[in-house]
């Protein structure tokens, strides 16, 4: 299937700073990228739909300025946490899709944010 | 978006068929089965979809009922490294996925 990666894969970081996470579709073209968080023992959760170009669409309850989310390419898009607290300190994964809206999700690893 | 329902967790004897359910009943004609899995700390990995007509790949087969309303994904032989949470999804074209609890599947030697 197709690859996504994610970097990095593991953060710590203080609270009160900012934190980005990049997702790559590494070998096809993804136009549509989403991201989703996880707490422990939990499902995932989608947070935004992110459209290559265009600004990102959030579900409902996820600040849209807390979690920043570029998607600048058609291999790249980007989740900056702003002004990070210890209750952001979640697992991160974001899926891409190849083509057009028939095209399955495939997803990255996964990036492990800890907020102190 | 219809809704699944899966058992919370499953039991399966390594080397045997794990036979995992979900129940969609509200299913729509446009709207796919997708099954993911989810091994530990990792992002979950794409297994199976179908729209009305069984599947099979490498990874495992999937049996959609004819009205629609349940399938089944059966991992043929299952291994050790099978033990994880598996979601079944169901999405109308073009939609997101929205995950539920999922099955967490263990494989006992």
């Known amino acids: 299937g197709a690859v996504v990666s994610q970097h990095p894969s593991r953060v710590i970081c203080k609270s009160g700073t900012s934190v980005k996470i990049e997702c790559r579709s590494l070998?096809?073209?993804?136009?549509?990228m989403f991201w989703y968080r996880q707490f422990p023992k939990k499902s995932l959760m989608l947070m935004a739909t992110?459209?290559?170009?265009?600004?990102?669409?959030?579900e409902q309850g996820v600040e849209k300025d807390k979690f920043l989310i570029n998607h600048a390419s058609l291999t790249l898009s980007t989740l900056t946490v702003t002004s990070a607290h210890p209750e952001d300190s979640s697992f991160y994964i974001c899926?891409?899709?190849?083509?057009?809206?028939?095209?399955?999700?495939?997803f990255g690893p996964g990036t492990r944010l800890l907020v102190l | 978006d219809a809704k699944t329902t899966q058992p919370p967790s499953m039991d399966c004897a390594e080397g045997r068929a794990a036979n995992l359910p979900c129940n969609h009943s509200t299913i729509s004609g446009n709207e796919y089965v997708y099954w993911y899995r989810q091994i530990h700390s990792q992002g979950p990995q794409y297994i199976i979809h179908g729209l009305k007509n069984n599947e099979t790949n490498e990874m495992a087969s999937l049996i959609i009922t004819e009205d629609r309303k349940s399938s089944t994904l059966i991992l043929p032989h299952a291994t050790l490294r099978d033990t994880a949470v598996y979601y079944c999804?169901?999405?109308?074209?073009?939609?997101?996925?929205?995950f539920g609890t999922g099955t967490s599947l263990t494989v006992i030697p």
């Open positions: 070998d096809f073209q993804a136009t549509t």
């Open positions: 899926s891409a899709r190849e083509g057009d809206s028939h095209s399955t999700q495939y």
């Open positions: 992110s459209n290559e170009g265009s600004k990102a669409t959030y």
């Open positions: 999804i169901v999405r109308p074209t073009g939609n997101q996925f929205y």
